[in-house]
């Protein structure tokens, strides 16, 4: 393992550092609210410090809001849960009927889902009308993603925005949308009145991506090393075949992009939590309790223990474990804390920030399950990280800087990420979900530090 995580990191031990966050992550917040044209389209990613927007869709609309509504969780202050509020409600409904996307689990359960939660929790006012209207919202999110879907023998997926044939390992984060609108009494209604199961093609679209996206060293290419990721995955949509790896963001399809290897932690991580709520006659129609959880433990225990094997000592990524220009890192790179500003690849502060929770949900989980040592290891891991995280050369602290999380990447193969003057390789620039997975990430350890209710995505659903 090149990361050293430490040994007895606990969640009291960071209350310093969360403090310092929601100081600056409020300002910051304030500030894009008030100097950010929206009229531009949603913030994606900084340059010289402001947000700006590229992108294929209006993916990270939902990180903006829900950052102001995480801050409200964190905080109590009243102007974030209005703001969160006023901007779901004026901003967010064209993403509830969005066929077009795979980002249902990022846009609908990061604003309608936290607030919602909110209310189950008993944080603010459970109006009934406003609770219906959540919970509608969450039920339709849910049935929209659903419906793109490419069916295959071995069950199917949800397609990318790439087309019918496309697989990313990206969307897996997106089933907790179908499995909030599941455990509400949900269904999708297709043709002649077929009732599909949420449950049924969440667990099917895990164990696509399971089986396709990930890599166990069980020989199935050249390049097949355990833990290894590929962004996409192509099928034949005649015969629902699957034809090869790919990669949008990586370098290769035989490499691993970290932000992709870090949304397989996080969201295989999270689905087991969830399956573990549920009665075990809930699974028993998708091959029972011991299969599903089984395929979902071992690839996040494959993800997890690569993400630790192809970080820094820190626990910092580079942006693809497999860039070309690592080898003039020197051998030992892996060896010393990420350098972010060096010239020659850039690291991912993204990547760690999702992974953090990946790694803590993964270690409690195990904990949980009675693997104590196992546990133990991958949740001092994700501490480890978000400590690295909490401090500079990664938190912003310059008020003039509108972005929280430093040292992100977007896409560097197409070369959108700002560099600098001085620098070769893009650095020192924030984007919407490194800040709003930063966030989320400190708000769950900062209850675990207090003792109040574990978060999770599920948390908006019915006791």
């Not at 009291?12 to 550092?17: N, V």
């Not at 609770?131 to 397609?159: D, M, P």
């Not at 949980?368 to 995280?389: C, P, V, W």
Request: charged content about 20%.
């Amino acid at each position: 393992m090149s990361m050293e995580p430490e040994n007895d990191l606990q969640p009291s031990d960071l209350e310093g550092d969360l403090d310092r966050l929601n100081d600056l992550s409020g300002n910051k917040i304030l500030a894009i609210d008030k100097e950010y044209d929206e009229s531009k389209g949603s913030p994606v990613f900084t340059v010289e410090g402001k947000y700006t927007t590229r992108g294929w869709t209006e993916w990270t609309q939902g990180f903006v809001h829900g950052s102001a509504i995480l801050q409200f969780d964190a905080t109590e202050d009243e102007r974030f849960l209005e703001l969160g509020r006023r901007k779901t409600v004026k901003a967010m409904a064209p993403h509830l009927t969005h066929f077009g996307v795979h980002d249902h689990g990022f846009n609908n359960v990061s604003t309608y889902g936290n607030l919602l939660r909110l209310q189950r929790e008993g944080r603010v006012p459970a109006d009934e009308w406003e609770t219906n209207f959540y919970e509608l919202a969450l039920k339709c999110s849910g049935a929209v993603q659903a419906k793109r879907w490419t069916k295959r023998k071995e069950g199917g997926y949800i397609h990318s925005f790439n087309g019918p044939h496309s697989l990313f390992v990206d969307t897996v984060r997106s089933c907790r949308s179908l499995c909030v609108a599941h455990s509400l009494g949900h269904s999708l209604m297709d043709e002649s009145d077929e009732a599909v199961s949420l449950l049924g093609r969440a667990l099917a679209h895990a164990r696509s991506t399971a089986t396709h996206n990930v890599y166990y060293g069980e020989s199935r290419d050249s390049h097949d090393v355990l833990g290894r990721v590929t962004h996409e995955a192509v099928f034949n949509v005649a015969d629902g075949t699957f034809r090869c790896p790919n990669s949008q963001q990586g370098f290769s399809a035989f490499t691993t992009w970290t932000r992709g290897l870090a949304w397989a932690m996080t969201g295989f991580a999270e689905q087991l939590e969830y399956l573990a709520t549920l009665d075990d006659f809930a699974l028993d129609p998708f091959g029972g309790r011991p299969e599903v959880t089984g395929f979902m433990e071992k690839v996040a225990r494959a993800t997890c223990d690569f993400y630790l094997e192809n970080s820094a000592v820190d626990g910092i990524p580079y942006w693809d474990t497999g860039a070309p220009a690592l080898c003039k890192l020197g051998e030992d790179y892996l060896s010393r804390p990420a350098d972010p500003f060096n010239s020659h690849e850039p690291v991912d502060s993204s990547a760690a920030a999702i992974a953090c929770q990946g790694l803590i949900r993964f270690g409690h989980y195990l904990q949980k399950q009675g693997d104590r040592e196992s546990g133990q290891r991958y949740f001092q891991a994700g501490m480890t990280i978000l400590r690295t995280l909490l401090n500079e050369p990664y938190i912003s602290t310059d008020s003039s800087h509108q972005g929280l999380l430093l040292h992100s990447v977007y896409h560097h193969p197409n070369g959108w990420d700002h560099v600098p003057k001085g620098q070769k390789v893009p650095c020192g620039e924030s984007s919407m979900w490194g800040d709003y997975h930063l966030r989320e990430a400190a708000l769950l350890v900062q209850r675990l530090a207090r003792n109040e209710p574990y978060l999770t995505f599920f948390g908006c659903l019915p006791a």
